[in-house]
């Protein structure tokens, strides 16, 4: 069992910057891959980036590449979202998710998510 709390979340401006912490506690000696994923009004959930347990070979949806950096410190077992130059579109309920060391890639979170999921933080870019 994973248990993940999001923080960070808020209002701001298109253009600002804005950074997404996320609190994890896990089993002793577990190794899990991390990630965020965003949901907005009337849409589904999607894919944002991935980090691995190790803190490698991080990945990117193509709508947050060279805007956005995942990021993991596993000493306080917290992974981060960078979010720069944030536009409207950008506006969603951001949620911190973990699952284990085995499929690792943009098209398997994509299409079936991670397995553990945080209730997620607001963010909204006004323009």
């Known amino acids: 069992q994973v248990l993940l709390v999001e923080s960070g979340g808020g209002l701001v401006q298109a253009g600002d910057s804005l950074k997404l912490s996320c609190a994890a506690s896990a089993p002793p000696n577990s190794k899990y891959n991390m990630g965020w994923f965003r949901q907005a009004p009337g849409k589904e959930r999607d894919f944002v980036a991935a980090i691995t347990w190790s803190g490698s070979f991080p990945i990117y949806e193509d709508s947050v590449k060279g805007r956005f950096t995942i990021s993991r410190d596993n000493a306080v077992n917290t992974i981060y979202l960078q979010m720069n130059s944030l536009k409207p579109e950008d506006t969603a309920v951001y949620y911190c998710?973990?699952?284990?060391?085995?499929?690792?890639?943009?098209?398997?979170?994509?299409?079936?998510?991670?397995?553990?999921w945080g209730k997620g933080t607001l963010v909204t870019v006004s323009s």
């Open positions: 998710a973990a699952d284990p060391d085995t499929d690792y890639s943009a098209y398997y979170y994509r299409n079936y998510g991670m397995e553990f």
